[in-house]
């Protein structure tokens, strides 16, 4: 089986800009959860879906959204990018609640 | 809200010799799952090994191994005749087992592997 892909590896936007990032997980997978990850803070988990639907958010603000499409693929998007928002974004997908999420090897998004 | 602390920024081990990483955390559920994560400088996140609370046996994949202390809230990794690609961030992560598949990491541990 394939595993998790992300779309695109590395992003250089400006500030003020906005980014979508896409992640399609794992054939059969039907959760996605996204993270971010930076030098400062860690891993931060941002949002997951299950079946189209947000089934959690952690605590960022309203830049941050994210959907699920009907075939599990997901984008996040973030809106008025500020410098505090480069970091690695992590994107993992899940088979189920008794199941482990497996990682994508995430996007790096760099804001200038 | 549960968090998760892993003690020892770095580590270091001579390659064939066996290392242990600590892992603690914190929660009030009964019912969880805890993690061990591999990050490599491709910065790809591996899954190492799983634990589920309810399970008093240790898990076990291989050359890696946990020593699982629920009540003390203990989750240690125990790597084995370490190897050269062992060399990476090793993150703990806490799972509920209750609707979410939100994970909580801790800070990470650098394990550096010498020849």
């Known amino acids: 089986k394939a595993g998790v892909t992300q779309t695109p590896r590395y992003l250089i936007k400006t500030r003020g800009q906005q980014v979508t990032l896409s992640c399609s997980p794992i054939?059969?997978?039907?959760?996605v959860s996204w993270y971010q990850q930076t030098p400062g803070q860690g891993l931060q988990f941002l949002f997951e879906y299950f079946s189209e639907t947000q089934r959690n958010k952690g605590n960022f603000p309203g830049r941050f959204s994210g959907r699920q499409f009907s075939n599990s693929r997901s984008e996040m998007n973030v809106s008025t990018l500020e410098l505090g928002d480069s970091a690695l974004y992590l994107c993992a997908s899940a088979g189920g609640l008794a199941t482990p999420q497996y990682f994508g090897p995430g996007t790096r998004l760099t804001v200038t | 809200a549960q968090t998760v602390t892993q003690s020892q920024p770095e580590m270091s081990v001579q390659e064939a010799e066996t290392v242990t990483l600590s892992c603690t955390y914190d929660?009030?559920?009964?019912?969880?799952?805890l993690f061990w994560y591999k990050q490599p400088p491709s910065r790809q996140m591996i899954l190492v090994i799983r634990q589920e609370a309810y399970k008093q046996q240790n898990a076990t994949e291989n050359r890696f191994s946990v020593n699982f202390q629920k009540a003390a809230k203990s989750f240690s990794l125990k790597i084995s005749d370490s190897q050269l690609g062992d060399a990476a961030m090793y993150f703990c992560a806490y799972r509920s087992a209750y609707g979410s598949e939100k994970l909580v990491f801790g800070k990470g541990t650098k394990l550096t592997v010498n020849p």
């Open positions: 054939s059969g997978h039907r959760s």
């Open positions: 929660t009030s559920e009964s019912d969880y799952y």
